[in-house]
């Protein structure tokens, strides 16, 4: 005879089931701040992610397609077969082609700013456990490999700071990192890199101490001192020494982010200004042999770090030192000002400069939006994110570079007031935070695309933009962005495997992955 509490206990064992299964299916928790404009919520105790059980690789005959669209999907998979079209109006088709291949990928990341872990630090640790895993996890994360750290402090700090206050400190005996390194930067890096290993870092300064530059400013139009240039690049070896004393090594460290902003008067920013001719003589005569002759000879520079308007002109001027180029590995762009200059200046970068790679270090979205830097939830920035990073892909570039990886509903702090938005915003006051279409941009990429995946070639449409790459394991990943209001009935087509036939949802991200 069952007992009387039955139905009551069936009651309790479905909504435990219910819960689990929304739990496992991993979708996203989704909060609406206005029309198209939808974020996934987080929180210590549940963010969506990939699942940790699904298989790598789909079986032979089938591909995995992810969705993510302006309608509120996020990374739905779904498992097509190859060869199983039905009769349906199929145009465009999109062919991979896997035997003419270009770059070698390096990867995708962000920056880890002052600002970024401040308001990663304003959460609870379980909160922020999910934030970084959000971001690093190899598993159910975005699978980021690449970070870059300011070297001192830059806008996205709540101080103006270097790490020598001491004037014509020649020597650097008073050389220190700061608590923002110890409290924010390091224990976060260290993080990142026990989740995912293969984590390469990369550092910029922002400004040297004052007293080695003309105007004796943090900013505004200054530039280095020539009688400091030695003494600069032995600063940014301190800096290297003392994060490897911290356990972490610098992959690369550029030559200064933005140097065309210490050009400007009155520019708020912290900058060091550097014309082509006098940075390429700082690094063929100090910052390239004093690297060399260090334990970190296998950190690699970085030249330019500014706008992608600056190319090829401002390489090729540096070019002209004939010792420069011998220290120089990559050439580092930002995209603020992509919308002057076409993608072809990246092609001819690397046509005239062939074994220096192209790496998109910084960009970010709500630049100039007076009122509006953080949109919570837009679509419209996600969309402008996937679209910079296939054009990026399809032009040579090695990887793709967020900004900040976590900002404040302000897009702060920032100490010049200088806010933007953030692929994730921090919510502490509910100990939550928001991953916004940004985020799934990136992902769509990063976690699909290995290091060391070639860009592969692949045709596209003007309403459906499309990239591809075969990975270290053999599969070909291919990623999609249906740019119309419409849906599209596109054939993706591989001489090697046949044909899948997709209907792409409008507004909608794609990430289609198989065997070769």
Not at 468 to 481: G, K, M
């Amino acid at each position: 005879m069952l007992p009387k509490n039955v139905p009551k206990m069936w009651k309790a064992l479905s909504i435990i089931v219910f819960f689990l299964a929304k739990v496992n299916a991993n979708d996203c928790a989704s909060r609406n701040f206005g029309v198209d404009r939808i974020v996934c919520v987080c929180n210590a105790t549940y963010c969506d992610g990939l699942s940790k059980d699904q298989p790598e690789v789909p079986e032979d005959g089938s591909a995995y397609w992810y969705v993510s669209n302006k309608q509120g999907r996020r990374l739905k998979l779904t498992t097509v077969q190859f060869g199983t079209c039905r009769n349906l109006p199929f145009e465009p088709t999109l062919t991979v082609d896997s035997t003419k291949k270009y770059q070698k990928i390096l990867g995708f990341g962000g920056a880890l700013t002052d600002s970024a872990g401040l308001n990663i630090k304003l959460l609870s640790p379980a909160a922020q456990d999910q934030l970084i895993r959000a971001y690093y996890d190899p598993k159910t994360g975005s699978k980021y490999t690449l970070c870059r750290i300011p070297i001192g402090g830059c806008d996205f700090s709540t101080r103006a700071y270097t790490y020598d206050t001491f004037d014509d400190d020649a020597t650097l005996e008073h050389f220190a990192l700061t608590q923002e390194d110890y409290d924010l930067k390091i224990p976060l890096a260290k993080e990142a890199l026990k989740l995912n290993p293969e984590m390469k870092f990369f550092g910029a300064v922002w400004s040297p101490p004052p007293w080695m530059k003309t105007n004796d400013k943090i900013n505004g139009k200054g530039y280095l001192k020539e009688k400091y240039y030695q003494v600069y690049a032995e600063y940014i070896l301190k800096f290297l020494d003392e994060y490897k004393n911290n356990g972490l090594d610098l992959w690369a460290v550029s030559t200064g982010n933005e140097p065309l902003n210490g050009a400007i008067p009155f520019d708020p920013l912290n900058s060091i200004g550097w014309h082509p001719r006098t940075v390429a003589k700082w690094i063929a005569n100090n910052l390239g042999p004093t690297l060399n002759a260090s334990k970190h000879n296998e950190t690699l520079i970085l030249a330019l770090d500014d706008q992608r308007n600056y190319l090829p002109w401002y390489i090729e001027r540096m070019a002209m030192n004939k010792e420069t180029m011998k220290y120089v590995s990559g050439i580092a762009t930002h995209l603020y000002f992509d919308f002057i200059v076409p993608a072809t200046v990246l092609d001819q970068t690397h046509d005239k400069f062939p074994d220096k790679f192209l790496l998109m270090s910084e960009g970010s979205a709500g630049t100039g939006a007076l009122g509006f830097q953080v949109l919570l939830g837009s679509w419209h920035r996600g969309e402008k994110y996937m679209l910079s990073i296939i054009e990026y892909m399809n032009h040579w570039s090695v990887g793709w570079v967020d900004w900040n990886i976590a900002l404040n509903e302000q897009g702060g702090p920032n100490w010049v007031n200088n806010f933007v938005d953030s692929p994730i915003i921090v919510n502490p006051d509910k100990d939550e935070f928001y991953k916004q279409p940004m985020y799934y941009a990136i992902k769509h990429f990063s976690r699909f695309v290995d290091r060391g995946s070639v860009k592969i070639a692949v045709n596209e449409t003007v309403g459906v933009k499309s990239t591809a790459f075969l990975t270290p394991s053999n599969e070909v990943v291919v990623v999609l962005y249906n740019r119309d209001v419409s849906s599209k009935n596109v054939i993706l087509k591989d001489p090697q495997r046949g044909t899948l036939c997709l209907k792409l949802s409008p507004h909608s991200m794609n990430t289609v992955k198989y065997k070769q």
